[in-house]
């Protein structure tokens, strides 16, 4: 991981890397402004081991302009993510590293789709798989979006010394989608989206276990099949 030394890192030989990215937004008046970067920093460490993986630093900024409004809340453009996304993967890419994994934290990072989508075409050779936290949610909880029960069970489960409080349960009226129009602050004053006072540290031992083995079978599932399309593509290229 990042915390070895050069002399370690080139004798480990590994196949895969991982960046993990996070946000620093507002999560109501219970949870911290590192929560997503608590969480997917945590789970990516997890996915790491079991894969096997070098994991690289969690990107503590990311796409949040829907927290505008909320003091201490910072944000890249999404221009600005895809760039450093960009910058990072290609620097792996020069060092002959091919397999990489995007681990995403924030559920406004959309960017980050066609960017790798982008970057799988630009790229020969690269094998560029974004795990988003949002498709691997296992909770069930609907109306759960911000600062709700699975993100605060979570927290409870990883860093209770940070949980300030049971929280303040709010569903706004307004579909998720409408925050592309106004931001969260326009919906729910206190910042939250969900149902907090619900949640606990047995369930968020639950669903953390449950999103590593989500996304260590995704990674594994889908490195496979391009491995084989590899292969097949080889097959052909020698018939």
């Known amino acids: 991981s990042y915390e070895n030394t050069y002399g370690e890192v080139s004798k480990f030989e590994f196949k895969i890397a991982i960046l993990p990215i ?10 911290p402004y590192c929560t997503d970067t608590v969480i997917i920093s945590s789970l990516a460490k997890e996915v790491a081991r079991r894969l096997n993986a070098f994991l690289l630093p969690c990107l503590p900024y990311s796409s949040s302009m829907e927290h505008r409004g ?6 890249l453009t999404p221009t600005t993510l895809r760039l450093v996304v960009q910058d990072v993967v290609e620097s792996l890419y020069m060092h002959e590293v091919r397999k990489i994994v995007i681990m995403n934290g924030h ?3 959309f960017v980050l789709k066609p960017t790798v989508r982008e970057l799988n075409f630009k790229l020969k050779g690269l094998k560029l798989i974004l795990v988003d936290f949002g498709f691997m949610t296992s909770s069930g909880v609907s109306d759960d979006i911000h600062s709700g029960e699975f993100e605060t069970s979570l927290m409870l489960y990883l860093r209770p010394d940070l949980v300030k409080g049971a ?3 709010h569903v706004p009226s307004a579909p998720r989608d409408y925050l592309d129009y106004v931001g969260l602050k326009q919906l729910s004053e206190k910042g939250v989206w969900g149902h907090p006072t619900q949640a606990s540290k047995l369930k968020g031992e639950e669903y ?3 999103l590593v083995e989500k996304a ?21 290229h020698r018939s």
Do not use: A
């Not at 946000?23 to 949870?31: K, R, V």
């Not at 909320?70 to 944000?75: A, E, K, L």
């Not at 260590?216 to 052909?236: A, G, I, P, S, W």
């Open 216 to 236: 260590v079978e995704y990674v594994q599932k889908t490195f496979e099949f391009l491995d084989q399309q590899d292969e097949e593509r080889n097959y052909l």
């Open 107 to 109: 559920g406004g990072n």
């Open 70 to 75: 909320f003091i201490g809340s910072v944000w």
């Open 208 to 210: 953390f276990r449950g």
């Open 167 to 169: 929280g303040v349960d």
């Open 22 to 31: 996070g946000s620093h937004e507002q999560h109501s008046l219970h949870l």
